[in-house]
């Protein structure tokens, strides 16, 4: 009896190590989105693999992070980007793939740093737009958003510490966090930039994958989720975007054909 109550006790604890040990939920503790009610969101492949979100800007152009793809083109690697889809596996009549014309990544940003973590891909051809595929309206104004704001956040990337990925479309609510608090030594200790904006992260957050995707408050893209390295979920590292509205003038110019500063 004293050996079956030791054997279950050391059962115990091993749970509560593993349950410690791994991050809580999906998109991390968000649930599946319903079918095609983000008709803007992208899934930026590379030879066929999903590495990161993008969202839709105009017919030709998807915003995504900059560090998504600062290892390629390699030889024999390709990238695509897939939008008017729920499922990345399953036929659905809306998808469609399309071949990347131009690769613009931020002209500052660098693989040491998530300063200016931006990406356009200018697509091969104009995206056929419908129900399914729609532009998401972004922030052109360079203002802040306020403190406490409930924003949306969607994407394809991990659910799971083992590096599960999902098949079909998750998505979560966070709430906006003032930049001072974000920059307090407990949390980022003076990193956010005036460029960047912070969101909650207890239990809920966005993970490996879901980097390039849009941070939606009041049915605007506000923010691009960064790619840089995190422990998702930890409520002492928040979760780190990219405020669109502050790079208004180099997104406008390179879709206008400008050159990219």
């Given at each position: 009896?004293?050996?079956?109550?030791?054997?279950?006790?050391?059962?115990?604890?091993?749970?509560?190590?593993?349950?410690?040990?791994?991050?809580?939920?999906?998109?991390?503790?968000?649930?599946?989105?319903?079918?095609?009610?983000?008709?803007?969101?992208?899934?930026?492949?590379?030879?066929?693999?999903?590495?990161?979100?993008?969202?839709?800007?105009?017919?030709?152009w998807v915003l995504s992070a900059a560090h998504?793809?600062?290892?390629?083109?390699?030889?024999?690697?390709?990238?695509?980007?897939?939008?008017?889809?729920?499922?990345?596996?399953?036929?659905?009549?809306?998808?469609?793939?399309?071949?990347?014309?131009?690769?613009?990544?931020?002209?500052?940003?660098?693989?040491?740093?998530?300063?200016?973590?931006?990406?356009?891909?200018?697509?091969?051809?104009?995206?056929?737009?419908?129900?399914?595929?729609?532009?998401?309206?972004?922030?052109?104004?360079?203002?802040?958003?306020?403190?406490?704001?409930?924003?949306?956040?969607?994407?394809?990337?991990?659910?799971?510490?083992?590096?599960?990925?999902?098949?079909?479309?998750?998505?979560?609510?966070?709430?906006?966090?003032?930049?001072?608090?974000?920059?307090?030594?407990?949390?980022?200790?003076?990193?956010?930039?005036?460029?960047?904006?912070?969101?909650?992260?207890?239990?809920?957050?966005?993970?490996?994958?879901?980097?390039?995707?849009?941070?939606?408050?009041?049915?605007?893209?506000?923010?691009?989720?960064?790619?840089?390295?995190?422990?998702?979920?930890?409520?002492?590292?928040?979760?780190?975007?990219?405020?669109?509205?502050?790079?208004?003038?180099?997104?406008?110019?390179?879709?206008?054909?400008?050159?990219?500063?």
């Amino acid at each position: 009896m004293t050996h079956l109550s030791v054997r279950l006790a050391a059962l115990i604890l091993l749970g509560v190590a593993l349950c410690a040990a791994q991050p809580r939920g999906r998109i991390l503790g968000g649930r599946e989105a319903q079918s095609h009610q983000r008709p803007y969101m992208a899934s930026v492949q590379v030879n066929g693999t999903h590495v990161c979100g993008g969202f839709l800007v105009a017919e030709q152009w998807v915003l995504s992070a900059a560090h998504c793809l600062e290892d390629v083109p390699r030889p024999n690697e390709t990238v695509k980007v897939l939008l008017g889809a729920h499922s990345l596996s399953q036929p659905e009549p809306s998808k469609h793939l399309y071949d990347v014309l131009r690769a613009v990544p931020h002209p500052d940003s660098r693989p040491d740093t998530i300063d200016h973590d931006l990406l356009l891909l200018q697509l091969s051809e104009n995206a056929t737009l419908g129900p399914e595929v729609k532009p998401l309206p972004w922030q052109h104004e360079d203002r802040e958003v306020a403190a406490g704001t409930l924003c949306d956040v969607a994407g394809w990337g991990i659910v799971s510490h083992t590096g599960r990925r999902p098949d079909r479309l998750q998505y979560l609510l966070l709430r906006v966090m003032d930049r001072a608090t974000c920059n307090l030594r407990k949390y980022h200790d003076g990193t956010i930039t005036e460029r960047m904006m912070c969101a909650e992260s207890n239990r809920k957050d966005t993970c490996k994958g879901d980097s390039g995707g849009p941070l939606v408050c009041n049915g605007v893209a506000e923010g691009v989720v960064t790619s840089g390295s995190r422990v998702c979920g930890n409520p002492k590292k928040p979760g780190i975007y990219t405020r669109v509205g502050s790079y208004r003038a180099w997104i406008e110019s390179i879709m206008d054909g400008g050159v990219a500063s």
